[in-house]
């Protein structure tokens, strides 16, 4: 026993080193991949355009103020691709919201205002969703046209021309005020992502989003309603991208079919670099906020750099070649 004692003990050490190794070995990076990324990022532009304000307090609060809206809708984009789905009409949605809000508002007062808002959510997410789950159109399809629609609407309704809002106190609550130091937009993100970070991982509606996106067959055995959730998501999805028209309309104080233009390609940016799978099944709330300051800062720090408009876009274009080349399945 002595001797079994004895020459177990040296063996330790080495064994213990070997299970280090093991777990180093299976240590999934791309998990964490995104948080290192925004890391290096701010790193890079902080030492690169330090001298030109890019860590000055306005402009690090700029960045999380253009990165708020965008973070809203892709709270809701996380959802539709963690079921397998995808919604192309969230920036058309958001601009069509901003429009009806403004029109509302200036005839009816606030609270028309609101409900005008929300009602284009709640009408083209019920179009979207039961396109979808009951006749069984492929999302790609429905909501690429809904963009068109959404669009045209908009432009249609105002003549192409600006919808001024005129009420501070709709302005302060959705995207101008402030509640002490901390823009309300940034707290309206905040919202967002903690409700929907939280649903997604702790409720039973959550559990079945990635249910029905990992595997729909299997999610139909267990008894779980996949028509159903996937009805709910796309709702879910274009509600919130009017709740962030509202924002766009509250901070800009007007309404415009432009508002929300490409913010579906950002969203979807967002959500994959967050790490959410691509082919559904897994999604990460907290993760899509990461990935929308990660574009953020690019997007914020290109402009200091003295980049255009077009080369902006080609940088975004570049993210989401990245994104989906990142992405794998579950």
């Given at each position: 026993?002595?001797?079994?004692?004895?020459?177990?003990?040296p063996g330790a050490p080495g064994q213990?080193?070997?299970?280090?190794?093991?777990?180093?070995?299976?240590?999934?990076?791309?998990?964490?991949?995104?948080?290192?990324?925004?890391?290096?990022?701010?790193?890079?532009?902080?030492?690169?355009?330090?001298?030109?304000?890019?860590?000055?307090?306005?402009?690090?609060?700029?960045?999380?103020?253009?990165?708020?809206?965008?973070?809203?809708?892709?709270?809701?984009?996380?959802?539709?691709?963690?079921?397998?789905?995808?919604?192309?009409?969230?920036?058309?949605?958001?601009?069509?919201?901003?429009?009806?809000?403004?029109?509302?508002?200036?005839?009816?007062?606030?609270?028309?205002?609101?409900?005008?808002?929300?009602?284009?959510?709640?009408?083209?997410?019920?179009?979207?969703?039961?396109?979808?789950?009951?006749?069984?159109?492929?999302?790609?399809?429905?909501?690429?046209?809904?963009?068109?629609?959404?669009?045209?609407?908009?432009?249609?309704?105002?003549?192409?021309?600006?919808?001024?809002?005129?009420?501070?106190?709709?302005?302060?609550?959705?995207?101008?005020?402030?509640?002490?130091?901390?823009?309300?937009?940034?707290?309206?993100?905040?919202?967002?992502?903690?409700?929907?970070?939280?649903?997604?991982?702790?409720?039973?509606?959550?559990?079945?989003?990635?249910?029905?996106?990992?595997?729909?067959?299997?999610?139909?055995?267990?008894?779980?309603?996949?028509?159903?959730?996937?009805?709910?998501?796309?709702?879910?999805?274009?509600?919130?991208?009017?709740?962030?028209?509202?924002?766009?309309?509250?901070?800009?104080?007007?309404?415009?079919?432009?508002?929300?233009?490409?913010?579906?390609?950002?969203?979807i940016a967002a959500v994959i670099l967050?790490?959410?799978?691509?082919?559904?099944?897994?999604?990460?709330?907290?993760?899509?906020?990461?990935?929308?300051?990660?574009?953020?800062?690019?997007?914020?720090?290109?402009?200091?750099?003295?980049?255009?408009?077009?080369?902006?876009?080609?940088?975004?274009?570049?993210?989401?070649?990245?994104?989906?080349?990142?992405?794998r399945r579950k």
């Amino acid at each position: 026993m002595t001797q079994s004692a004895t020459t177990g003990a040296p063996g330790a050490p080495g064994q213990n080193a070997v299970a280090r190794r093991g777990r180093l070995a299976t240590l999934d990076w791309r998990r964490y991949i995104i948080y290192i990324g925004v890391v290096v990022v701010f790193l890079f532009f902080a030492v690169l355009l330090g001298d030109q304000g890019f860590l000055s307090k306005n402009n690090l609060l700029n960045i999380f103020r253009q990165t708020a809206t965008i973070t809203v809708i892709a709270v809701g984009m996380t959802y539709v691709i963690a079921c397998a789905e995808i919604d192309l009409s969230v920036g058309s949605v958001a601009g069509l919201s901003s429009v009806c809000t403004a029109m509302a508002l200036s005839r009816y007062g606030i609270a028309a205002g609101i409900l005008a808002g929300l009602a284009v959510g709640l009408v083209i997410g019920s179009i979207n969703g039961g396109l979808v789950s009951m006749l069984g159109i492929p999302s790609f399809l429905v909501t690429l046209g809904m963009l068109g629609i959404a669009a045209g609407i908009a432009q249609w309704i105002t003549n192409s021309a600006p919808q001024p809002i005129l009420n501070d106190t709709f302005n302060s609550i959705f995207g101008s005020g402030n509640i002490g130091p901390v823009p309300i937009l940034i707290i309206w993100m905040g919202i967002f992502v903690a409700i929907g970070a939280v649903i997604l991982a702790k409720t039973r509606f959550g559990r079945q989003v990635l249910a029905t996106g990992g595997n729909r067959t299997a999610a139909d055995f267990t008894g779980v309603n996949t028509k159903r959730i996937k009805f709910q998501v796309l709702l879910l999805c274009s509600v919130v991208a009017s709740v962030a028209g509202m924002l766009y309309a509250g901070r800009l104080q007007s309404g415009r079919f432009q508002w929300g233009a490409g913010d579906e390609l950002s969203a979807i940016a967002a959500v994959i670099l967050g790490g959410t799978s691509l082919f559904g099944g897994a999604g990460s709330v907290v993760g899509t906020l990461m990935g929308a300051l990660l574009i953020g800062l690019i997007n914020n720090g290109l402009i200091l750099a003295g980049l255009d408009t077009s080369q902006q876009q080609i940088i975004r274009g570049l993210i989401i070649i990245l994104a989906v080349a990142m992405a794998r399945r579950k």
